[in-house]
C-alpha cells in the first residue's frame, strides 16, 4: 500500500482530477450550440460558476479520499467505490454534452449521488473527516439533478 502521503496525494489528485479534465474536455467542444439552444429554468446558474465550485469540490474529494487512504480501518473496497464514482462522475459530462441525452445523464447522476452517499457513510465509519469533505459536493450534485429535471422537463 501507499504508505508515502506526499505520492499518495499526488495519485488521488491526479485520478480525481482526471474526471474534471475529461469533463471539461467533452464540455468545451460538444457543449455548444447545442447547450445554448436548451430552454432553462431560473434556477440555473451562470456557467462562470461552474468551474469555481468544481475545482473546489474536486480538491475536496481528493482530500477525503487521501484522509481516508491514510486511516487505520480503510477497508479496500471503499477505494474501489470512490474509482467507480469518480467514473459516474465522468460520464454524466460526457452523456449530458457529449450525446446531448439528458434523460440518461439524469439517470447517470441519480447514480452518482447513490455512490457518493455509499462513500459519505463508509468513510464515516473510519474517518469523519473524510466523510464532512464529500457534504458539499453531494448537495451540489443533488442541486446539479434538480437542474438536470428541469431541463428535462422543459426540454
Same mark, same amino acid.
Given at each position: 500500500?501507499?504508505? /508515502?502521503?506526499?505520492?499518495?496525494? !499526488?495519485?488521488?489528485? #491526479? @485520478?480525481?482530477?482526471?474526471?474534471?479534465?475529461?469533463?471539461? *474536455?467533452?464540455? !468545451?467542444? =460538444?457543449?455548444?450550440?447545442? &447547450?445554448?439552444?436548451?430552454? $432553462?429554468? /431560473?434556477?440555473?446558474?451562470?456557467?462562470? @460558476?461552474?468551474?469555481?465550485?468544481?475545482?473546489? *469540490?474536486?480538491?475536496?474529494?481528493? %482530500?477525503? !479520499?487521501?484522509?481516508?487512504?491514510?486511516?487505520?480501518?480503510?477497508?479496500?473496497?471503499?477505494? &474501489?467505490?470512490?474509482?467507480?464514482?469518480?467514473?459516474?462522475?465522468?460520464?454524466?459530462?460526457? +452523456?449530458?454534452?457529449?450525446?446531448? /441525452?439528458?434523460? *440518461?445523464?439524469?439517470?447517470?447522476? +441519480?447514480?452518482?449521488?447513490?455512490?457518493? +452517499? #455509499? %462513500? +459519505?457513510?463508509?468513510? $464515516?465509519?473510519?474517518?469523519?473527516?473524510?466523510?464532512?469533505?464529500? @457534504?458539499?459536493?453531494?448537495?451540489?450534485?443533488? &442541486?446539479? %439533478?434538480?437542474? /438536470? *429535471?428541469?431541463?428535462?422537463? =422543459?426540454?
Amino acid at each position: 500500500m501507499l504508505k /508515502n502521503k506526499f505520492i499518495s496525494f !499526488i495519485l488521488f489528485f #491526479i @485520478i480525481t482530477y482526471s474526471a474534471s479534465f475529461i469533463g471539461g *474536455l467533452v464540455s !468545451i467542444n =460538444l457543449k455548444e450550440p447545442w &447547450y445554448s439552444q436548451l430552454v $432553462k429554468s /431560473n434556477f440555473n446558474p451562470p456557467d462562470w @460558476i461552474f468551474a469555481p465550485v468544481w475545482t473546489t *469540490l474536486y480538491l475536496m474529494m481528493t %482530500l477525503a !479520499i487521501w484522509f481516508f487512504w491514510h486511516s487505520k480501518n480503510k477497508d479496500i473496497s471503499t477505494i &474501489y467505490i470512490y474509482f467507480i464514482h469518480i467514473i459516474f462522475n465522468t460520464t454524466w459530462s460526457v +452523456i449530458f454534452f457529449g450525446f446531448h /441525452n439528458i434523460l *440518461l445523464a439524469l439517470i447517470n447522476l +441519480i447514480i452518482l449521488i447513490s455512490l457518493i +452517499i #455509499i %462513500l +459519505i457513510f463508509r468513510f $464515516k465509519r473510519v474517518n469523519k473527516v473524510s466523510s464532512y469533505l464529500m @457534504i458539499p459536493y453531494l448537495l451540489w450534485s443533488c &442541486y446539479a %439533478l434538480f437542474l /438536470n *429535471l428541469n431541463l428535462f422537463i =422543459l426540454n
